[in-house]
């Protein structure tokens, strides 16, 4: 065995040492667990994201979001809860928008988010003495997520699966073909709403993760 090969084996065997004293801290288990959870709401969502063209929804609102976090700084309120209610008033004013134009989807979802971003944008720069890091509030901080935090994510998965699962022949339909769906007695409405709350709730709750 040349000194070379010796040399990687013990380079490789540090480097897995060095990672399993990571997993071993607390704050890296939990990033982790959060991961795992919010990754596997996410898979549950996403493919019914996807097929009904709900992406670009998901982005907006990750976005506009930033205008939810603001007003809770302003508020003095629980920056969790702001952007739950934040979120879910999202969905239902977007709904509510799509409805009623004639403008596309992504050409609503753009005007709305972009407007959000700049007004978050320019009341951040107003509030005095605030030194918040622009970045963490856009993309979160995975290594910071609490105990609470999983609490939060776990009870999302149990609510997204019990969802999902008593409600997939409709889903499914709905998402394949919607007006076969009306036919057979589905309430399209009512399901598409139920759906875009749902995914405005997980969108807003995974955010600060």
């Known amino acids: 065995m040349s000194a070379t090969t010796v040399t990687e084996g013990k380079a490789m065997l540090e480097g897995w040492v060095r990672v399993v004293e990571l997993l071993q801290l607390p704050f890296m288990q939990r990033a982790m667990l959060g991961g795992i959870l919010t990754g596997m709401t996410g898979g549950l969502l996403g493919s019914f994201v996807i097929l009904r063209q709900l992406s670009f929804f998901s982005d907006a609102l990750g976005h506009s979001a930033l205008l939810g976090i603001v007003l809770g700084v302003l508020l003095g309120l629980n920056p969790t809860v702001v952007l739950m209610v934040f979120g879910v008033g999202f969905a239902l004013g977007v709904t509510f928008v799509l409805e009623r134009t004639q403008l596309s989807a992504d050409a609503v979802l753009n005007i709305i988010y972009s407007s959000s971003l700049a007004l978050a944008v320019i009341a951040l720069s107003l ?83």
């Open 127 to 209: 509030l005095p003495g605030y030194r918040g890091n622009l970045n963490q509030l856009l993309f979160g901080e995975i290594l910071g997520i609490s105990p609470a935090a999983l609490w939060t994510s776990g009870i999302l998965l149990l609510i997204s699966s019990a969802y999902v699962g008593l409600t997939l022949p409709s889903q499914m339909l709905l998402t394949l073909d919607e007006p076969l769906a009306r036919a057979r007695g589905v309430q399209v409405g009512w399901q598409k709403l139920a759906f875009v709350v749902l995914l405005a709730v997980v969108v807003a709750l995974s955010i600060r993760s």
